[in-house]
C-alpha cells in the first residue's frame, strides 16, 4: 500500500512538472547571455527545465507564457488599417529599460503587402531607405491580421485563399526595450529561404535544431555558418499549397534570426524599431516582384561585367598581378576584368596608388587595349564611410563596391 501511495504520487509529480515543462521547441530563451544556470533562470523570473535532447540547443531557461504585453484600450482604425495601444504585461527584463507601452500599427498597404510597425512612440533610428509605393490598390488583400490577448498579446497574419496562417507571434511574448527588441513567429513549413548573408549548405534552412544565424556586416570571408559581408533581413517562405509569401525586418543594428524546428523563427536586434514588411506572393517570382517594387530594382549591369573577373587580395606588387593574367591567357581562359584590391593603394586610401604598384595606369592602358577592363575596389563610399556599415539593400552600384576605370 505504502509502496503503491509513493508510486502514485511519484506519478502525479511527473505530471505536474510535465506540465510546467514546454515542450523543447515552444521554447524562447530566457537567458541568452552566457553563464546561464538555474538560479540566474529564477532570479529573472523565468522557468527552469532541463531538456531531454541533446545537443540541439533547446534552452533550460525560457519566457513563460505571460511573459510579454496586453492590448490596452479599444482597436483604432486608420485610413489603411488599425492600430493598438500594448500594455507590458510582465516584470522579467533582459537587460531592463522595457518600455511600458507600445504602439502597434497594422497598415495594409496594398492588396499584397502589409506593414506591422511596433514602436514605443519615441524617436528610435529607422533605416532611413525610402520604400516605394505599393500598386494595385487595397481594396482585396491577400490576407488578413488577427490579434489575440490571451494569454498576452500576439497577432497573426493568415492567407485568405487558404487559411494558411503565416505569421504567429504566439510564442515567446514580445520584448521592445531600449538595446534588446525580440519577436518570435511560428512559421507553416519549414520551406525557408533567405537571412543573409552567411554561408550554409543548402538554399532551403535547417530546422533539425535550434540555430542562430547572425545577421551583421563584418566583411568576413565564407566561413561555415558566420556572418559575412552584408546584411539582408528578409526571408520567403513555400507554403504547403506552392505560394510563397515575403517578409523583411527593416532593421540595419546588429541582429540575428534563430530557426528552431517547430517551426518557428525568432528575430532580435539590438536597436531602432520593428517594421515588418509582408509580400504575398503568391507566386515566388510575385514576392521578389513586390519586393523589389518596395525596395527598388536592380539597374541592368553592363554585358561585360557578366563575364570572366579575376578578383584577390595578395599578389603584393604588380609583377605577381601581371604573372596572374598572364597564366590567366596562357590557360587560355578568357578574362573580361582584372581587380585591383586594396592592396594597390597608398595605406588604404581610395584613388591612390602605392609603390608596390606604381607602374599600375601604364597596366591598365596595356590591359585596355587587350580588351580587358580593370576595377579598383574602393573601401568608402563618396560620404567617406567605410561601406560595410550602410545596411545596402538598395544595389546602388551593379558592380559591388567598385569602380571602373
Ligand atoms: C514579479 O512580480 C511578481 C508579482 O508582482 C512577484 O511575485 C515576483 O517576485 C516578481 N519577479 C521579479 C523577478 O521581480
Ligand atoms: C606577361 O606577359 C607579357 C607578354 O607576353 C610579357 O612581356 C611579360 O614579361 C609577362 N610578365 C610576367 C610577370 O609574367
Redesign the pocket.
Known amino acids: 500500500m505504502g509502496s503503491l501511495m509513493y508510486v502514485v504520487l511519484l506519478a502525479l509529480c511527473l505530471t505536474v512538472s510535465a506540465q510546467q515543462c514546454l515542450p523543447d521547441f515552444e521554447r524562447i530563451d530566457c537567458l541568452p547571455e552566457t553563464g546561464a544556470s538555474e538560479q540566474a533562470c529564477l532570479?529573472?523570473?523565468c522557468t527552469w527545465c532541463e531538456s531531454g535532447a541533446d545537443g540541439l540547443d533547446v534552452p533550460s531557461c525560457y519566457l513563460p507564457e505571460s511573459y510579454g504585453y496586453k492590448i490596452d484600450g479599444d482597436v483604432e482604425t486608420t485610413p489603411k488599417g488599425f492600430r493598438l495601444t500594448l500594455k507590458r504585461n510582465t516584470?522579467?527584463s533582459y537587460f531592463g529599460d522595457d518600455a511600458e507601452t507600445l504602439n502597434f500599427e497594422a497598415e495594409f498597404q496594398s492588396n499584397t503587402r502589409l506593414r506591422i510597425k511596433i514602436t514605443d512612440g519615441t524617436p528610435r533610428f529607422e533605416v532611413p531607405v525610402e520604400i516605394g509605393a505599393a500598386s494595385g490598390g487595397n481594396a482585396n488583400p491577400l490576407y488578413e491580421v488577427q490579434t489575440s490577448n490571451n494569454p498576452v498579446f500576439s497577432f497573426k497574419v493568415v492567407r485568405k485563399s487558404t487559411g494558411a496562417v503565416l505569421f504567429d507571434t504566439s510564442l515567446g511574448g514580445l520584448t521592445f526595450s531600449n538595446q534588446f527588441l525580440q519577436i518570435a513567429t511560428r512559421l507553416p513549413t519549414k520551406n525557408l529561404y533567405g537571412i543573409g548573408e552567411n554561408e550554409q549548405h543548402s538554399f532551403r534552412h535547417k530546422f533539425d535544431q535550434y540555430y542562430t544565424w547572425p545577421l551583421y556586416t563584418r566583411d568576413q570571408p565564407p566561413n561555415s555558418n558566420d556572418n559575412m559581408y552584408s546584411v539582408h533581413p528578409r526571408y520567403t517562405v513555400l507554403e504547403n499549397d506552392g505560394s510563397a509569401h515575403g517578409v523583411v525586418i527593416m532593421n540595419s543594428n546588429a541582429q540575428e534570426f534563430i530557426t528552431i524546428p517547430s517551426p518557428s523563427l525568432l528575430y532580435r536586434t539590438i536597436g531602432g524599431i520593428l517594421d515588418i514588411y509582408f509580400f504575398f506572393g503568391p507566386t515566388p517570382e510575385n514576392v521578389v516582384e513586390q519586393y523589389t517594387e518596395a525596395v527598388g530594382r536592380t539597374p541592368l549591369p553592363p554585358y561585360w561585367s557578366l563575364g570572366f573577373h579575376l578578383s584577390r587580395i595578395g599578389y603584393g606588387e604588380l609583377e605577381r598581378m601581371i604573372a596572374a593574367v598572364n597564366r590567366t591567357a596562357a590557360a587560355r581562359i578568357p578574362q573580361d576584368v582584372q581587380f585591383g584590391d586594396s592592396e594597390i593603394m597608398e595605406r588604404q586610401l581610395d584613388f591612390t596608388i602605392g609603390p608596390a604598384f606604381k607602374d599600375l595606369p601604364a597596366y591598365v592602358q596595356e590591359l585596355k587595349s587587350k580588351g580587358i577592363k580593370f576595377i579598383p575596389i574602393q573601401l568608402r563610399d563618396p560620404y567617406g564611410q567605410k561601406l560595410p556599415v550602410i545596411f545596402q539593400i538598395i544595389p546602388s552600384n551593379p558592380l559591388g563596391n567598385g569602380g571602373i576605370f
Open positions: 532570479a529573472r523570473g516584470n522579467i
